[in-house]
DNA sequence: CCAAAGATTGTCACA
DNA sequence: CAATCTTTGG
């Protein structure tokens, strides 16, 4: 319980240091609106909570008075959105009620909460309580192989493009059938001319039920239908659960708010904390109308504002609301600090994404000695995961210790996922992924045709898969009795892990597993460096399990593999806890920062097409999103913050120019220092006199091929440099595309000074100097 | 059926 | 670039 994750040490020393005498002072802790959120504890309330304004303080204390005023934790229900944010509320909690009282709480994400009521109540949904959760993966793969055994065009539906469709159909409680009876939908995908879209999602649903295996969006649906469906069901749960709270409410969809509203419809004790200038998921298909929609659903709404800041500076929090200023949807409300007027922020240019990275591990270094901070003080906040590597090299070459949350994921990586897959297939043997994942991995001469064989007679004859291997002689599927038997072989490989798994802990059956299918042997004998990783990899998941199998040995269900698959299942790496008293500057996407705070935060890669990302700045709302995105970023910040932009990055392996990123532009000057970026204010110029007609777009060359040829050949300065004012007429040049020529004539001026060359192929051409990157030649 | 070489393609955030 | 899919020759 001592143990506390990095990000939240401050605030939780500041807050959290109650003991039980000194609980009854808690409420004096907060301030008037705070206090009201905390005392009003009947009826529908929603808390608008500005960034840094005590959300989680709010909520915690919240729950801390219920409990107090005679509630029963039993009866509280507590929605967060990632698994830390819940079991950091428990801790948090329990400091102020007990541990006792604090562990009978019922709180975690929606999906973890709604998997464990939809395990309990899964034979009236047809479903088997050990049912498989399919990561985005599985169900990916599993879309995939539905539209080629269709005999459609995987080019034209493109397994992403369908797995999003499904997914936002769920995700606004549209099921395949209503998805079919839509006429609207149809009309759709008519005139997108996919007119099989319908079909493709009927077929998936019903292989994930031939597979006894729900997809994450499957868990709010089939959860909302339980209780559509089974009143009975539906009031058990009202009565469980009479108090209902939902923490990062401005990032749930419809689904989520829909199963809300059923569950505290009779009670109608819900409260929920969020925060519309935060809501950054609409990708994912969280509605921000959802906040409207609630002062329409309960019209005794109680709303209460949290506007004070207690995290940033006066100039962080003034920077942050200039820019969300910009948002034309928003409620209205007014973020304020008492705190320090603060430093300005930062503005760091740097002419590569590398040099981007050193100016940051140097800053990072100068901070550090100056300031004498420690190193967990730090935070290097971006758009995508992709720019963490130049990152890394940085910080590793001024040997500071980092650590990366994010990316991809340690379930995710092939060796996990295989191994995993061993112990699905023992819980759930009708997981079609996860048999097709390893029946032949490690090899075991089951390859490709005898696969497809196997799921074409799975589908012939109306069967999961692995019903398929169970009657494999007496099905007449085309498989030589060689093969057959080495099919059988598996099956019979599997039913003995399964007896293993029933009789033994989770970490001596999943070792047993490990060893015995030839999966640690295979990776073993792997001695790249990769390999040699896989194999670690392995070792830390048994690791975990062992952990796993050690704390729970006197849980009343067990501490079996499939209990402990139950757990991971919705686990990501932010839940992993490790290493968190380690001193170590924190790396992540600003997505996964929400909710954190940091003295000193860097916000890198603020260019264009970046940040915001190019696929947003097509349609206002995206643009917004991406806008909040940006606040968000800038509010994690306590003291310091640093932006910073490379002219130029490596993207696909090319090297592309980028322009500032316009939302640098909306931040209000008077809170920027540009004196660390270097010829900055020029940049503001160009721009200007862009937009004021001048339509020589001086910062956007497109990605040229010299660009990239040139920074091999050595001659990198000249990327940042200055060559223009070097050549004169007549001299010898070489240019990367157009090869040798001679200067003719030179005319214009700065950086529009233009060169007349007669190359000795291509004849006469005009180039602007500043991009020709031409070199001399010398005799 | 398999491994290795070659071609293709994604192209943003996450439970 | 890196991950994934396809082709090819054994």
């Given at each position: 319980m001592e143990k506390l994750k990095t990000f939240c040490h401050r605030?939780?020393?500041?807050?959290?240091?109650?003991?039980?005498?000194?609980?009854?002072?808690?409420?004096?802790?907060?301030?008037?609106?705070?206090?009201?959120?905390?005392?009003?504890v009947e009826g529908p309330v929603m808390i608008i909570a500005g960034a840094g304004s005590g959300k989680t303080r709010v909520l915690t204390y919240r729950i801390a008075y219920l409990i107090e005023h005679g509630v029963d934790p039993f009866n509280i229900l507590a929605l967060t959105f990632t698994n830390k944010a819940a079991k950091e509320m428990k801790e948090r909690i329990a400091k102020v009620v007990g541990i006792t009282e604090a562990r009978n709480l019922y709180m975690g994400t929606f999906h973890s909460v709604f998997s464990k009521i939809l395990r309990a109540e899964s034979d009236k949904i047809g479903f088997p309580n050990n049912f498989t959760i399919y990561d985005s993966d599985d169900s990916k793969n599993l879309i995939k192989t539905i539209i080629i055994e269709m005999g459609l065009d995987d080019k034209h539906y493109k397994p992403n493009m369908v797995q999003n469709r499904i997914s936002s159909s769920k995700n606004s409680l549209i099921n395949a059938i209503a998805y079919k009876m839509n006429e609207e939908i149809q009309m759709d995908d008519l005139e997108a001319r996919k007119p099989k879209l319908g079909a493709i999602y009927e077929r998936y649903t019903m292989r994930c039920f031939k597979a006894s295996a729900m997809d994450f969006d499957d868990l709010l649906l089939k959860t909302f239908e339980l209780f559509q469906k089974y009143p009975d069901v539906l009031h058990k749960y009202q009565h469980r659960f009479k108090f209902v709270l939902v923490d990062e409410f401005q990032d749930t969809n419809f689904a989520q708010y829909s199963i809300i509203k059923q569950l505290s419809a009779l009670y109608q004790n819900i409260c929920v904390v969020g925060d519309d200038a935060q809501s950054i998921y609409a990708f994912r298909g969280a509605d921000i109308t959802n906040i409207l929609n609630f002062e329409k659903d309960y019209s005794d709404l109680k709303t209460f504002k949290l506007?004070?800041?207690?995290?940033?500076?006066?100039?962080?929090?003034?920077?942050?609301?200039s820019v969300i200023a910009k948002n034309k949807h928003q409620l209205d409300k007014s973020v304020w600090t008492d705190n320090t007027e603060g430093a300005k922020i930062q503005v760091i240019k740097a002419s590569t994404d590398n040099e981007e990275g050193n100016f940051i591990a140097q800053s990072i270094f100068g901070y550090r000695m100056n300031h004498q901070l420690a190193n967990r003080d730090f935070a290097i906040l971006y758009r995508t995961n992709v720019q963490s590597r130049a990152l890394e090299e940085a910080l590793r070459r001024l040997n500071i210790p980092y650590r990366i949350y994010?990316?991809?994921?340690?379930?995710?990586?092939?060796?996990?996922?295989?191994?995993?897959?061993?112990?699905r297939l023992c819980v759930n043997h009708n997981d079609e992924e996860a048999l097709k994942r390893i029946i032949n991995y490690p090899t075991r001469g089951i390859g490709k045709s005898t696969l497809d064989k196997i799921i074409i007679g799975a589908a012939e004859n109306d069967m999961s898969v692995w019903q398929v291997l169970e009657n494999i002689k007496k099905l007449d599927i085309n498989l030589s009795p060689a093969v057959a038997k080495k099919v059988d072989e598996f099956r019979q490989m599997i039913i003995g892990f399964e007896s293993i798994v029933q009789q033994k802990s989770a970490f001596d059956a999943a070792s047993f597993i490990a060893s015995s299918c030839g999966l640690l042997k295979d990776l073993y004998s792997d001695k790249t460096p990769e390999g040699v990783n896989r194999y670690e990899n392995v070792q830390e998941l048994l690791n975990g399990i062992k952990e796993f199998t050690e704390n729970n040995k006197d849980h009343k269900e067990g501490n079996g593999l499939p209990r402990y698959m139950e757990d991971i299942a919705l686990l990501t790496d932010a839940d992993k806890d490790e290493d968190d008293d380690k001193d170590r500057v924190t790396l992540m996407t600003i997505h996964a920062s929400k909710g954190?705070?940091?003295?000193?935060?860097?916000?890198?890669?603020?260019?264009e097409n970046l940040f915001p990302s190019q696929l947003s700045i097509n349609s206002r709302e995206e643009l917004e999103e991406e806008r909040r995105l940006f606040y968000v970023a800038i509010t994690r910040a306590m003291t310091q913050l640093t932006f910073s932009y490379a002219q130029t990055r490596f993207k696909y392996g090319n090297l592309i120019h980028s322009d500032p990123s316009r939302f640098l532009h909306e931040v209000d000057e008077a809170y920027l220092d540009f004196s660390q970026a270097g010829n900055q204010q020029r940049i503001f110029q160009g721009k200007r006199m862009e937009a004021s007609g001048n339509n020589l777009n001086s910062y956007s060359i497109p990605a040229h091929s010299q660009l990239k040829k040139l920074s091999i050949s050595g001659k990198s300065t000249s990327i940042k440099g200055d060559p223009v004012g070097s050549f004169q007429t007549g001299l010898e040049v070489i240019h990367t595309r157009f090869g040798k020529g001679k200067i003719l004539s030179i005319d214009g001026n700065g950086d529009n000074k233009m060169a007349t060359i007669k190359f000795e192929k291509d004849g006469e051409k005009k180039l602007l100097l500043k991009f020709a990157k031409l070199q001399v030649v010398k005799d």
């Open positions: 605030q939780f020393i500041i807050f959290g240091g109650f003991n039980f005498e000194e609980k009854v002072d808690y409420l004096k802790q907060l301030n008037k609106p705070q206090a009201l959120a905390v005392k009003t506007e004070q800041n207690y995290r940033s500076t006066k100039n962080i929090v003034a920077a942050a609301n994010g990316g991809l994921s340690f379930y995710q990586r092939r060796e996990i996922k295989d191994l995993l897959s061993y112990f954190l705070e940091f003295p000193y935060v860097f916000v890198v890669g603020l260019e």
